[in-house]
């Protein structure tokens, strides 16, 4: 290395520069990079993939032991926060506590009721990802990462046919230039974004997409667009991404065959069965990745065909050759008093988990919105299940 001969001097000088200016002030650290403290449950999350009807990460089995975040809480009530007023101090806070109740995994709706997200011109057509929208989303991964939580985006919800841009979303489902226009501006470079975030476990299309068919605030859509819609979407993240694809379905009589013909309390069962499988989305669109990769029917206790708790996955679902996350459920103890309890089920969330595995579920998600207030799940009812499973099984949650 070459000396500098006027090093002293120099030195002198910065000596006395220094003495006479005022000493910065450290910075704290962004709250989007604030880190778990050491005491925390958190270590390096694998990419998961699929063998059978079971979860593996690293070649080890896992069982997602979940809830459903949904959206951010906040003020005014509203589904949306991305692209909008995403507050990584409450996730923080949010994620904090599903370590420390042994929760692996964050059911999250990502375009919540379309208010924000995605874009739409005007003529109909759907924007790319906004920048604040990228910078909100790469900082809710990052925050679930730093907490050892994986995250199953839900992309739309039946919401989104019903809200503020109902007649736009009904259009991107309807017309296919549309649909292309969502996939090409939108989906495929948010997949393509995230393929190597191996906290992104897989991708949840749409919450309970059979509302868009059955009611009337929902525009009653055709169900068959519904489909071709769904189908071209899984298509779509198949090419351009290794993670894999769901649906969550609202009940089983929708997403398996042996309910065919099965009463769904609306006097219209021409829909029952499996709406989602590789012969049902091809039909609607003539393509080999229209598939899904695994389950995720929800289930409550209104429904009278039985639970996961009490029904196994090779009878549930035909023939149980995926793998079944049960992507909503109620989050609390099910009893005689739970309203709506349409077969008198009665099960703890210290106990569903824990038969829901046995009976061959790949997993759980069970029910909370952030304010707890919709009489369908809190979060100490869940963490009565999530810690329970974890007691029992610890190498399935953090294998």
Known sequence: M?????????????????????QP??????????????AANVQAVGAVSISGNKF??????????????????QSDYSLDFLDRNYDPNWWNAEFARYNQNRINLARIWIHGSGAYSPGIDANGYTLSPSARFLTDMDGLVQ????????IMPTFWSFDMAKGSK??????????????????NNWLIPIVKRYNAVPNIMGYDLCNEPEHIWRDADCGRLDRNKVIRFLAMCAAAIHKNSSKPVTVGSMWICFNSDRYIGYNTYTGDNRYTGNNYSNASLQ?????????????????YAWQSSSGPFATTIGYWLDNGNRPALIGE????????????????YNITMENYYKQSYWNGYAGVCAWKNPWENDGYGTFNGIAAGTNAFHAAYPALVYP
């Open 56 to 73: 593996y990460v690293n070649g080890k089995q896992i069982f997602f032991n979940g809830i459903n975040t949904a959206w951010q809480k």
């Open 2 to 22: 070459r000396k500098n001969r006027n090093l002293p001097a120099l030195l002198a000088l910065l000596l006395c520069f220094s003495a006479c200016k005022k």
């Open 25 to 38: 002030v450290p910075q704290k650290e962004s709250p989007d990079r604030q880190k778990p403290s050491p």
């Open 329 to 344: 459920t109620y989050g609390g103890n099910v009893t005689s008093s739970t309203p709506n309890n349409s077969g008198n």
């Open 166 to 183: 109902a007649t736009q979303f009904r259009n991107i489902i309807t017309d296919v230039n549309k649909t292309n226009a969502y996939i």
């Open 143 to 150: 925050k679930a990462k730093d907490w050892n939580i994986y």
């Open 283 to 299: 039909a609607q669109f003539n393509d080999p990745q229209a598939y899904l990769d695994f389950w995720s029917p929800h289930w």
